[in-house]
């Protein structure tokens, strides 16, 4: 018999699968193939006439198991063992990403304000978490879909975290603010036309500079600059 490696490995839920060969003194024998072990009553098997084997141990299965190959031809058999290690899927990265993930989304308030996110973000970020929870509560999931998930979700709370606002846009107010100050500054107090009475000059400037305090303060909400 001719196997390439006698110690395999493999995890939960995947396909294991290489072909064995084995050849004849008489080059018209018919050469059939099959297995023995544990392994065979948990789904393994061997295309006899190609030498095929495959098997995709279910969640449960890992372990480590020796498998029997045996070649047969004009009544005579030949046989080897390969060791094959079960691995079972780690899913412990993937549940501590989703729990950190919960706790950081639960105390995540929709808004404009600084620290705030938009709620689209907060929608978005929710709806990886329940699909790397999917994949968590899946028990027939793969180790590279648990990887997958959990890279998924990580992709997704770099998003979130640069959604966060951190400071309010403020160039439509200093526009304005820049555009009243052109104005008042041309503006002539009296009462012929054109002009304009001394309180209301008084009370614009006194409006547009409560609008420059507003724009000049770093801790200024989103509400008030609006």
Known sequence: LDIDDRLVSVYENELLS????ATDDDINATITYSISGEIVSLGANINPTTGVFSW???????????????ATANGE????????????????DLINTINSAKTKIASAASG????????????????????????????????????????????????????????????????????ANAKV???????????????????????IAIAQAVADNPNATNAEVS
């Open 56 to 70: 995709t141990p279910a969640t449960g299965t890992a372990g480590m198991y020796i498998v029997t190959f045996i």
């Open 112 to 179: 404009t304000e600084i620290g705030q996110y938009p709620q689209s973000a907060i929608n978005a970020f929710q709806t990886a978490i329940s699909a790397a929870q999917a994949v968590a509560d899946n028990p027939t999931a793969t180790q590279s879909q648990v990887d997958q998930a959990e890279t998924n979700l990580q992709t997704a709370e770099a998003t979130f975290d640069a959604a966060r606002i951190t400071s309010i846009d403020k160039s439509a107010l200093t526009s304005a603010i820049a555009t």
């Open 185 to 207: 500054a041309s503006a002539v107090a009296g009462t012929g036309t054109g002009q304009y009475p001394q309180a209301s000059i008084d009370e614009f400037k006194a409006a």
């Open 77 to 92: 058999t030949d046989e080897d063992t390969v060791t094959i290690i079960v691995r079972a899927v780690n899913k412990n």
């Open 18 to 21: 290489f072909t064995v060969s």
